[in-house]
Antibody, heavy 117, light 112 residues
C-alpha cells in the first residue's frame, strides 16, 4: 500500500527556521516525483515545487522559488520542505504528494504550520 | 502562472447530476490530456477522483466522470449523494510557465 506520512504539526515564531518531512513507503521511492502543495486557511491548492528522489532534481513554482527549499534523501525514502526564515504568511497546511504522469495520485495527511509571535 | 478557472459553487439535490467546469488555455487544459480532479472534504487531504481527463482510479465510484472540450474540462457527478458534498479542484499540466503544474480555483459542491 502506497503511503506518504508527514511530520507532525509545528508552531513557530516569525524569523525561525523549519524543516518538515514526508516519508514514502509501499513503492519505489526513487522513481516518482514528490511534490509539495500549500493550502492556506480557507483557500485553494497551490503547487510549491517537486523533487525527483532518484537524482534530487528539483523544480519550483515561480511563486515559491527562493522562499523555500525542497529536497529528498533517497536512503531513507524521505522528502523535505524547509524555510530559513518563516513569516506569518507561511501559516498553512502543507501536503506532500506523489506525482505520476503529471497527476497527483497519492497525498500525505498534511502538516499544519502555524507562524505567530 | 494563473490558476485554472472553476465556479465558486455548484449545488444540486440528491439524485441529480451536476457538472463542474475547469477553464484554462491551449497551454494547459486545451493542449494536453493531463487534467485531474480532486475531492476534498473539510479537514481532510484531497483525493484523486479522475486522472488523464476521463480515467477513474480503482475504488472511485462510477458516478464520477470527466470530459474535455477545447480549453474546458468538466467533472460530472451523477446520482448526487450527501457524501459528495465537498470541495473539488481540477489540475493540469501547463507549458506556459517554468513550472509544469497548475490547480483550479476550487468549487464547493453543496447537496441540497
Amino acid at each position: 500500500e502506497v503511503q506518504l506520512v508527514q511530520s507532525d504539526a509545528e508552531a513557530k515564531k516569525p524569523g525561525e527556521s523549519l524543516k518538515i518531512s514526508c516519508k514514502g513507503s509501499g513503492y519505489t521511492f526513487t522513481t516518482y516525483w514528490i511534490g509539495w502543495v500549500r493550502q492556506m486557511p480557507g483557500q485553494g491548492l497551490e503547487w510549491m515545487g517537486i523533487v525527483y528522489p532518484g537524482d534530487s532534481e528539483t523544480r519550483y513554482s515561480p511563486s515559491f522559488r527562493g522562499q523555500v527549499t525542497i529536497s529528498a534523501d533517497k536512503a531513507i525514502n524521505t522528502a523535505y520542505l524547509q524555510w530559513s526564515t518563516l513569516k506569518g504568511s507561511d501559516t498553512a497546511m502543507y501536503y506532500c504528494v506523489r506525482r505520476h504522469h503529471y497527476n497527483v495520485d497519492y497525498w500525505g495527511q498534511g502538516t499544519w504550520v502555524s507562524v505567530s509571535s | 502562472q494563473s490558476a485554472l478557472t472553476q465556479p465558486a459553487s455548484v449545488s444540486g439535490s440528491p439524485g441529480q447530476s451536476i457538472t463542474i467546469s475547469c477553464t484554462g488555455t491551449s497551454s494547459d487544459v486545451g493542449g494536453f490530456n493531463y487534467v485531474s480532479w480532486y475531492q476534498q472534504h473539510p479537514g481532510k487531504a484531497p483525493k484523486l477522483m479522475i486522472y488523464a481527463v476521463t480515467n477513474r482510479p480503482s475504488g472511485v465510484s462510477n458516478r464520477f466522470s470527466g470530459s474535455k472540450s477545447g480549453d474546458t474540462a468538466s467533472l460530472t457527478i451523477s446520482g448526487l449523494q450527501a457524501e459528495d458534498e465537498a470541495d473539488y479542484y481540477c489540475s493540469s499540466y501547463t507549458s506556459s510557465s517554468t513550472f509544469e503544474g497548475v490547480f483550479g480555483t476550487g468549487t464547493k459542491v453543496t447537496v441540497l
